[in-house]
């Protein structure tokens, strides 16, 4: 297997290899089933990192090895320390996410064209910056609204949340009516095949 940079974390050809070889593996994506609808590894299962969150106990049953994948690698990192809390082990992060592995030529599935919840952050900010700049010539106070967004982020960077994604997984666009309910995935996680 390839060399990756950490014990918690797997890289594409490491992930490739296990796939390849046909090893048991799970591949969990974190991400908001509209980012998962757009794009996903094949084979992968979506458990969004909110409804990781929102479960009392996480009790994985099978010893298979679980790597969770997201955009870029930083909700992952935050499902396998709330996973590792709850007792799991055999957990690896995707460094880079579904967006380093679709660079790195990995086989993608593709569905809608919903942007990744990164740009549609930087989208939003960027606009509400924007609006509050350019708003505050003829009403001086409005800037605020982009002080306010500076704060948002910086709170957002420091403490490895992001509220604003959390809005924005709620649009319509970011929840497929075709999508599968995240609850029914748990069991991939958890149970033995």
Same mark, same amino acid.
């Given at each position: ?9 797997? $890289? ?6 296990l796939? $390849?070889?046909?090893?048991?593996v799970?591949?969990?994506?974190v #991400? ?5 609808e757009?794009?996903h590894?094949?084979?992968? +299962? /979506?458990?969004?990192l909110d409804?990781?969150?929102? =479960?009392? /106990? +996480?009790? *994985?049953?099978? $010893? ?11 909700r992952a990192? =935050?499902?396998? /320390?709330?996973?590792?809390s709850?007792?799991?082990t #055999?957990? #690896? *992060?995707l460094?880079?996410? *579904?967006? @380093? &592995?679709? =660079?790195d ?9 919903? &942007?990744p919840?990164?740009? =549609?952050? @930087?989208?939003?900010a960027g ?5 509050g ?10 800037k &605020?609204?982009?002080?306010f +967004? ?6 957002a ?5 992001c509220?604003?994604?959390? +809005?924005?997984a709620?649009?319509?666009? /970011?929840r497929?009516?075709?999508?599968? $309910?995240?609850q029914?995935?748990?069991?991939t996680l958890?149970? @033995? @095949?």
């Open positions: 297997m390839s060399t990756t940079a950490s014990p918690t974390t797997l $890289d594409t050809s490491g992930l490739k290899e796939l $390849d070889d046909g090893s048991p799970r591949v969990i994506d #991400r908001t089933p509209g980012e998962f757009a794009v590894i094949p084979g992968s +299962v /979506n458990l969004p409804v990781l969150r929102a =479960q009392e /106990n +996480v009790t *994985v049953r099978h $010893d298979e090895p679980i790597v969770l994948a997201c955009a870029s690698g930083a990192e =935050q499902a396998r /320390n709330l996973l590792e709850s007792g799991a #055999r957990l #690896r *992060v460094s880079g996410g *579904v967006s @380093r &592995w679709e =660079q030529g990995g086989a993608v599935e593709r569905g809608s064209d919903v &942007w919840m990164e740009r =549609q952050v @930087r989208l939003t606009l509400l910056v924007l609006t700049v350019l708003s505050s010539i003829a009403f001086e106070p409005l &605020w609204i982009a002080g +967004v500076g704060g948002g982020l910086t709170f960077a420091l403490s490895n949340t509220a604003m994604s959390k +809005v924005l709620l649009l319509p666009h /970011n497929p009516k075709k999508a599968t $309910d995240p029914s995935a748990l069991p958890t149970d @033995r @095949r």
